[in-house]
């Protein structure tokens, strides 16, 4: 029965993985839509929602199935709580690559509209969390999951500079505020997209650790004495 549930969960840690680089995919997909104003890919990512979707049922069903079947306890149940939780922050990004994909279609739209904000920071800086909080889920890395927490406070200010810029422009949009709005809005499902990604590398944590994370007033500094306990370190090296 215990070898059992090993391969079952070794099974859905692979499906996991399978969805976080489907859903990372998109998510690149969906920015270079709005680079490069490139409606087909745009469509791309919003045609292919439906791959993400069905993806994220299964492994919901396939959790429900190991909780069903083995009853696991302690670290075993921690570890399947931790990928139902990823599961849905996994299908949350899918949709906010969908929302972006649909924001560049109507930017699109707008032949003559000139963009006035710069997102190729916020959408790498986005990116690097987003594919190091899978990274720390493949490898299991403590410290990587911790450098993900480290860097959200970076993409929150990225925004809210852009939101300073955008009250600044909505009076120069010469009655295209429609458009100006779908920009601006961007800027918020990036920022969505990497609190998703700092939702993966807390549940990483739980996993590893077995200790939450969430509701922290601190400063989040890699390997700094506000979040590791001296367990943790010895874990983490």
């Known amino acids: 029965m215990r070898i059992r549930l090993y391969r079952d969960a070794e099974k859905l840690k692979m499906r996991i993985i399978s969805l976080g680089a489907l859903v990372e995919?998109?998510?690149?997909?969906?920015?270079k839509a709005i680079d490069s104003r490139d409606a087909q890919l745009a469509r791309k990512v919003?045609?292919?929602d439906i791959d993400i979707d069905r993806l994220e049922v299964d492994i919901e069903e396939d959790c429900l199935k190991?909780?069903?079947l083995h009853q696991p306890v302690a670290d075993q149940l921690r570890y399947i709580v931790a990928i139902l939780k990823m599961?849905?922050?996994?299908?949350?990004?899918?949709?906010?690559?969908?929302?972006?994909?649909?924001?560049a279609e109507s930017v699109i739209r707008r032949c003559n509209l000139t963009v006035?904000?710069?997102y190729s920071t916020m959408f790498r800086k986005t990116e690097e969390m987003l594919v190091r909080s899978l990274d720390s889920l493949v490898n299991m890395d403590l410290l990587l999951a911790y450098e993900v927490l480290s860097r959200d406070d970076e993409v929150d200010s990225?925004?809210?500079s852009i939101q300073a810029q955008f009250a600044l422009e909505i009076g120069k949009s010469q009655g295209d505020t429609e458009s100006m709005i779908n920009l601006f809005l961007v800027s918020r499902h990036l920022e969505r997209i990497a609190d998703h990604a700092t939702n993966i590398a807390e549940d990483v944590i739980y996993m590893i650790t077995g200790e939450i994370h969430r509701h922290r007033g601190g400063k989040v500094i890699r390997g700094s004495e506000t979040w590791f306990s001296s367990k943790d370190k010895?874990?983490?090296s």
């Open 25 to 31: 995919e998109r998510f690149r997909i969906a920015c």
């Open 234 to 236: 010895d874990q983490a």
């Open 66 to 68: 190991i909780l069903a």
């Open 87 to 103: 599961n849905n922050d996994l299908e949350r990004i899918g949709d906010l690559a969908v929302n972006i994909a649909e924001r």
């Open 158 to 160: 990225m925004k809210s």
């Open 46 to 48: 919003i045609d292919g």
């Open 116 to 118: 006035p904000f710069d």
